[in-house]
């Protein structure tokens, strides 16, 4: 077997007379003195590995990423090998920056081996945000509800998703992660929306940094696990339970720091630190900069393709009217193109008569057999503007400022928890029957 080789950096390139002396399987066949003629020559699909020098790139996972990306193992040269618990970056083969050609022609063969053996290197043509990390198809498990960890580090994602025009997405993943926090839950509550984040205002948390943006910098250089994520997560109270949250960017333009490979470390921390990850996604999945260009340049919507990769669920909300319901058919188009792996559970909010005409469950359910994809809906949230204003106003959710809201009972049910007392005595607030829906007068009692 030939393996053909890049070399990045004057002491990567000063081995190039020593390996082809060995007349052995390792070949070089460019010698780099930047790195993005090594991503350039990488992407023609001219080598097999990569041998990076000391201090000639940065090592970070999204550069590793995006190698491996192409069908390259990587190879690095360093001074000193890192110790059991030094900082390390996954899918790199450490070499001491002294060792014969022989050492190194083995740690070459020894990484592309590792590569080919990996069942999580990139395959097919999927969106660049999907390879490493993805999901493994066969082995995921359908869930109702958010579904409950059963073994220590197997924690499930769920990501809250759905088209422009503020569906509702926020609302949705906040109350859910808080009804889930109360029931005694374990859970993590990430911002991942680049267009617009808004939980942290939302719950009255100081806009100075970005949780979710520190963690991707600290996974990116290395190491990372549910610990340290556990120290950059921000615990707020709700109703006797404790909800973790990640902060999102602080401004728009700070969308390069969110980058896919990073995000995917953190979100597999945030399995081993909570039974349940609740993620609010940004909208958007268009192909940009990184699918259209041969260039490093990040991409703003990968942060959304990489969370709806990774996560169990997928909670497709849509606002219940005219415009929002075309609107939720056309994205879950886009979504099955740019995510083959989703299955998204389909759930209309702020349904109110006076959008859809009477019985509005019954209307929607008319309209989305006819025109909607073959998916069911799982859930209706009723529309109550004054509880989710009170909520907003207040800094919190709706179990601590309307306890008794039917958007509160529902978005509870959806969770698959018990919504308290006035919740019981109430109903699940999924029944019509149960849910006051505006426009339409209260049922009367026989």
């Known amino acids: 077997m030939s393996i053909p080789v890049i070399t990045l950096g004057a002491e990567a390139n000063a081995y190039v007379p020593g390996l082809e002396q060995l007349r052995g399987p390792v070949t070089v066949v460019r010698r780099c003195t930047e790195l993005t003629e090594l991503v350039a020559a990488c992407q023609s699909g001219l080598a097999r590995a990569v041998v990076i020098a000391p201090g000639a790139a940065e090592l970070t996972a999204s550069l590793v990423d995006r190698l491996r990306f192409t069908g390259v193992a990587v190879v690095a040269l ?31 063969t020894r990484a592309v081996g590792r590569f080919d053996a990996d069942p999580g290197r990139p395959q097919g043509s999927l969106a660049y945000a999907d390879p490493l990390g993805r999901p493994d198809v066969a082995a995921a498990r359908p869930i109702e509800g958010t579904g409950v960890t059963e073994e220590p580090g197997a924690g499930r994602i769920t990501a809250v998703w759905g088209p422009p025009g ?44 970005a949780g979710l943006a520190q963690a991707c910098r600290i996974a990116d250089q290395g190491q990372f696990d549910g610990t340290a994520l556990g120290r950059i997560a921000v615990s707020v109270a709700v109703k006797g339970g404790r909800l973790r949250v990640l902060t999102g960017i602080t401004r728009p ?23 349940v990850t609740v993620v609010d996604c940004g909208f958007c999945l268009e192909a940009d900069e990184e699918l259209s260009f041969d260039t490093l340049a990040p991409r703003r919507n990968g942060a959304a393709l990489r969370c709806l990769e990774v996560a169990d669920t997928v909670l497709a909300i ?20 740019a995510v083959p792996t989703a299955t998204p559970r389909v759930v209309f909010n702020k349904v109110r008569a006076a959008a859809v005409g009477r019985a509005p469950e019954t209307q929607l359910r008319e309209a989305w057999e006819r025109f909607g994809p073959s998916l069911g809906i ?6 109550d503007a004054a509880a989710a204003d009170r909520a907003l106003l207040a800094g919190t959710a709706l179990l601590e400022t309307a306890p008794g809201s039917p958007l509160r009972l529902a978005i509870a049910a959806l969770a698959g928890v018990p919504a308290g007392g006035e919740a019981r005595r109430r109903g699940s607030g999924t029944r019509s029957g149960n849910v006051k829906f505006p426009g339409i007068p209260a049922r009367i009692p026989r």
């Open 378 to 383: 799982s859930a209706f949230l009723p529309l």
């Open 166 to 209: 503020a569906p509702g997405r926020t609302t949705v993943a906040l109350n859910m992660a808080a009804e889930l926090a109360a029931a005694g839950r374990s859970v993590l509550l990430v911002d991942a929306d680049t267009y617009g984040a808004s939980i942290g205002a939302s719950l009255g948390l100081l806009d100075e940094s």
């Open 253 to 275: 333009d700070r969308w390069p720091e969110l980058r896919p490979a990073a995000l995917s470390r953190v979100l597999e921390a945030g399995r081993s630190l909570a039974e």
């Open 318 to 337: 849509g606002a219940a009217d005219t415009i929002g319901v075309p609107r939720l058919v056309k994205a879950l188009a886009e979504l099955g193109d």
């Open 78 to 108: 360093r001074d000193r090998l890192p110790g059991p618990v030094g900082p390390t970056v996954d899918g790199i083969e450490y070499v001491e920056a002294s060792v014969e050609a022989g050492v190194l022609a083995a740690a070459i």
